[in-house]
């Protein structure tokens, strides 16, 4: 269990393990999202330029209209 403080400001520092868990550096921004039971549950905001090469594709590139092949194909599979 890892736990911090709360200044008279209501500011907190997240230790360590809980930015390592999340994967949040300096300049990150953080969600809160609170439950009925008062449960509340940090979650990180990632921005979309930090997702820039997450997916790989090996192979050609797929153009527009084999794209749009597989979805009508897909459309037609239901």
């Known amino acids: 269990m890892v736990e ?5 400001k ?3 520092t997240l230790p360590k393990p809980v930015r390592e868990a999340l994967g ?7 969600r809160y999202v ?4 008062n449960e509340v549950r ?13 997916f790989k594709h090996e192979g050609a590139p797929v153009t527009l209209p084999d794209m749009e ?5 897909g459309a037609n599979q239901k």
């Open 42 to 54: 940090l979650m990180p905001v990632r921005p979309l330029s930090r997702l820039f090469g997450a």
């Open 10 to 12: 209501g500011q907190t």
């Open 24 to 30: 949040i550096v300096p300049g990150d921004r953080l």
């Open 69 to 73: 092949r597989a979805i009508a194909d």
């Open 4 to 8: 911090s403080s709360v200044t008279s």
């Open 34 to 37: 609170i439950f009925d039971n």
